[in-house]
Every structure is written in structure tokens, then in C-alpha cells.
């Protein structure tokens, strides 16, 4: 039975898997494209030897969350073990010949200048000149990937770009449907440390503080009785609205940068209360603004003692 016979019989047809071979001049950014190509869900594999990949290809892939099986990101250049750009390309086409695989290759240039000016700054030497001028090692190098450059698909010259432009090109050619950045919102207690990897960190200890209420000690912030409490201190409002506006005005900025996560965090003394409460409504405005935040509470189930929640004046019960 042919494949147009199973597609009319009403059996749906199968994708083929997607498979980008990332190559370039060295220090023209393909540890960044990976990255970024990875960070997008891609399965990405860097310095792999080329000759071994038709045994790649018949190696069960990585399956998605979705159910879908990821794409694969395969980097390698003149320091692979094997490389010989004559031999790949002949490989490789004899993988194009099998319909269950679409391959395309992305290769990354730069002017030799701009790549003298990288390997001068970060003081590496350029590995085809161990005993040369990085001039004459990015000369050859060239030289010898001209064929991978004529062959491939797509090309993107970093010479003049950011690090965040090269990202954001990679995002917009290579992303898996919709990628948007993640972000995720992290209530914390400032008694018990503040999360290492926040980007924005805002203190909600200006709020009366729902542990000085002996009803209301051993809640949480998830807890109504506690949300009550803190929405009638009449800072809550108004704080909350410039949060959400600031993140709003942010957000969009932060995706069109190629920033893969966002981290918020929230915090209050200890963890339970405030934070929680304000991280939980955060949350909620931000989904109604069209964005997709996941929510954690770092530490919720820590025990609430006056030691840790102790102020010079605690507030009037």
C-alpha cells in the first residue's frame, strides 16, 4: 500500500521529523543559536560527529510534552571529530532521499574583522590558528566551509548583530508554533532568603502584616479570610495596579529581547502571607491580559514563628 493509498483511507499523514544542522565560522554564534534553538524546545546537540549520523536518525527521538516528537538541532564544525564539508553534504543528501526526515541546515557567518575584534576580547585563540595570527586561522577556516555555506538554506550574518538580535532571529525562523517567554511567579519570605535567579523582585512587607491577627496566623494567603486582611489596607490597590502595569509594559519588551524566562518574585517577612496572597492576584490579572505565568509558593509550608515574622512595631491586631 503506497502512502497516498493510507492518507485516502482516511489515516492521517505523518509529519516528517524536522532535523537542522547548525554549522558556521567558529565565534560567528552557534553555541548562541543552539541555546536559543534548545530554550525553544528543540533537542539540540552540539560537536556531534557527523559521520555518525544516519545512526542518529534511527535512534528513537525525544517526545514533547504535547506528544509531539521535538526537533532536532545538530551542531558541528571544523573542530567535529571527522569534519570533511564534501562528505556531509553527500551524506546528508542521501538522508534527504528519506521522506520520514526534512532536513535544512542553518549556517552562521561573520566578517573576519568582527571575529578577529570576538577572539581578541575574550583572549581565546582561534583553533585553526594554534601557532597563527587568528586572521590566517579565520582565512582557512572559511576557505574550507565554503561548500556547507553555498549549500545551506538558511544563512545569518552576525557580523553587526547583538547577541539578542541573533537570538531573536532564531526565535522567529525556527520557533515551534507560538514560543512565548515563560513566566513564572514566585512568592518567597525575605527572612528565608531571596530566590538567586529572580529578574524582578517586588516587597510586599509595606502591607499590614496578617500574622499580628492571631485568627488568621496559621492560614495562608490562599485562604479568604487572609485576602480579606490585606485588601483593605489601602496601599494594596494601588500598589497592585502599578505592578501589573509596570509587568505589562514589560513583558512584551522582555519576549521581543529573546528572553526565554521571566522570573517575578513576591515577597513578604516570611513567605505565607502577603506574598502569597499578592503573588496568587498577580497571576490572575496577568492571565487576563492574554499572558501564561505559572504560579509557585516557595514557602508556604514553612512553619510561621514570631522569630522569623518579628517587626520593630508590629500593627494593632
Not at 526534512?102 to 582561534?126: K, M, N, P, V, W
Request: proline residues 7%; contains cysteine.
Amino acid at each position: 500500500m503506497t502512502d497516498s493509498s493510507i492518507v485516502q483511507a482516511g489515516f492521517p499523514a505523518v509529519e516528517p521529523h524536522r532535523v537542522l544542522l547548525v554549522t558556521g565560522l567558529s565565534g560567528a554564534g552557534k553555541t548562541t543559536a543552539l541555546k536559543t534553538l534548545e530554550d525553544l524546545g528543540w533537542e539540540a546537540i552540539d560537536n556531534f560527529p557527523i559521520r555518525l549520523l544516519p545512526l542518529l536518525m534511527d535512534t528513537p527521538q525525544a517526545v514533547r510534552r504535547d506528544g509531539q516528537e521535538r526537533p532536532l538541532a545538530i551542531g558541528f564544525d571544523t573542530r567535529t571529530r571527522g569534519f570533511d564539508p564534501g562528505s556531509i553534504v553527500r551524506q546528508v543528501r542521501d538522508l534527504e532521499e528519506r521522506p520520514e526526515y526534512a532536513i535544512s541546515t542553518l549556517f552562521l557567518d561573520c566578517a573576519g574583522r568582527e571575529l578577529q575584534r570576538r577572539y581578541a576580547e575574550t583572549r581565546r585563540r582561534h583553533p585553526l590558528a594554534q601557532d597563527r595570527s587568528a586572521e590566517a586561522g579565520i582565512a582557512e577556516e572559511r576557505e574550507w566551509l565554503q561548500p556547507l555555506r553555498r549549500w545551506a538554506e538558511n544563512v545569518i550574518d552576525t557580523t553587526n548583530l547583538a547577541l539578542s538580535d541573533l537570538q531573536q532571529k532564531i526565535r522567529s525562523r525556527f520557533a515551534l508554533e507560538q514560543s512565548p517567554t515563560s513566566i513564572i511567579v514566585t512568592s518567597f519570605g525575605f527572612a528565608r532568603g531571596m530566590p538567586p535567579s529572580a529578574d524582578l523582585v517586588f516587597d510586599m512587607r509595606f502591607l499590614r502584616n496578617p500574622y499580628w491577627d492571631r485568627s488568621l496566623r496559621e492560614m495562608t494567603g490562599l485562604e479568604a479570610p487572609v485576602g480579606a486582611f490585606i485588601t483593605e489596607d489601602p496601599a494594596y490597590q494601588g500598589a497592585v495596579d502599578r505592578i501589573v502595569d509596570l509587568l505589562t509594559f514589560l513583558l512584551p519588551r522582555y519576549q521581543a529581547a529573546a528572553k526565554a524566562y521571566v522570573h517575578i518574585a513576591i515577597g513578604c517577612t516570611g513567605g505565607r502571607h502577603r506574598s502569597v496572597f499578592v503573588a496568587q492576584e498577580i497571576t490572575k490579572r496577568l492571565q487576563a491580559a492574554g499572558f501564561c505565568p505559572t504560579v509557585q509558593h516557595r514557602n508556604l509550608t514553612s512553619r510561621p514563628t514570631d522569630a522569623i515574622e518579628e517587626s520593630p512595631a508590629p500593627p494593632p491586631a
